[in-house]
């Protein structure tokens, strides 16, 4: 069946750090990836999204590329802010329309 | 346009009992499905409606159902409460349901706590 992996949490940065949060998946076919976002008592909020191999997603300086042959949708920012703390999800959608989720990364992100 | 609505937000049920909850999609979106969030199991799917017909289920067992009505909105029963169903309980609309790529938007979920 299909799954996803991403990086354990929590990371700490400082504010204007790089951020790379990594996420590989296993699906048969050619599932569409996304990040998603949860603030603290919140819902999931889509953060950006890529349909097909080689498709960048981007929103709010994050930034994620469909790699197909390494089956991986790496999530990137190059300077990151103290409202960026979230915790952020990996997600892919197969041939049904379900999603499948990583466990989750915990971004913290300090003055 | 309004997004995802969930009721209640908050739920405190004891063990045995059962629970409803309630689910508005986004104006014109016609699928709905429902997902559940702990911090040890993270997010799984439960169940997926598109026009008032089940068409995807996850992997709960039977106490765990739903249904859609004619206007798309949809709730979700959970019978028998037991300790292990307290937990965020979200709802995601989309257009459409089904095969294939659906953007799913996200309610800000039931918060539901068994004593």
């Known amino acids: 069946g299909n799954s996803v992996t991403q990086m354990e949490g929590p990371v700490t940065l400082s504010e204007e750090a790089f951020l790379t949060i990594n996420c590989t998946y296993t699906a048969t076919g050619y599932p569409s990836l996304f990040w998603y976002v949860q603030y603290p008592g919140e819902g999931l909020q889509l953060l950006l999204k890529a349909t097909k191999a080689d498709d960048k997603g981007s929103n709010k300086g994050f930034e994620a590329t469909y790699r197909k042959e390494t089956t991986s949708f790496h999530l990137e920012k190059g300077s990151v802010q103290v409202s960026d703390s979230a915790v952020y999800f990996c997600a892919l959608s197969g041939t049904a329309s379900k999603l499948t989720f990583g466990t989750g990364t915990r971004l913290q992100v300090t003055l | 346009k309004a997004g995802v609505t969930q009721t209640p937000r908050y739920l405190i049920k004891t063990r045995g009992q059962q629970v409803t909850l309630s689910c508005s999609p986004i104006?014109?979106?016609?699928?709905v499905s429902w997902y559940q969030q702990t911090p040890g199991q993270g997010l799984q799917f439960l169940f997926e409606y598109f026009s008032e017909t089940q068409r995807n289920k996850g992997n709960f067992p039977g106490r765990f159902s739903g249904r859609q009505f004619s206007n798309s909105r949809s709730e979700m029963n959970v019978s028998t409460l037991e300790l292990g169903d307290s937990a965020l309980y979200l709802c995601a609309s989309s257009l459409r349901g089904g095969q294939g790529y659906n953007e799913q938007f996200f309610g800000p979920g039931t918060r539901l706590t068994v004593l």
């Open positions: 104006s014109g979106h016609r699928s």
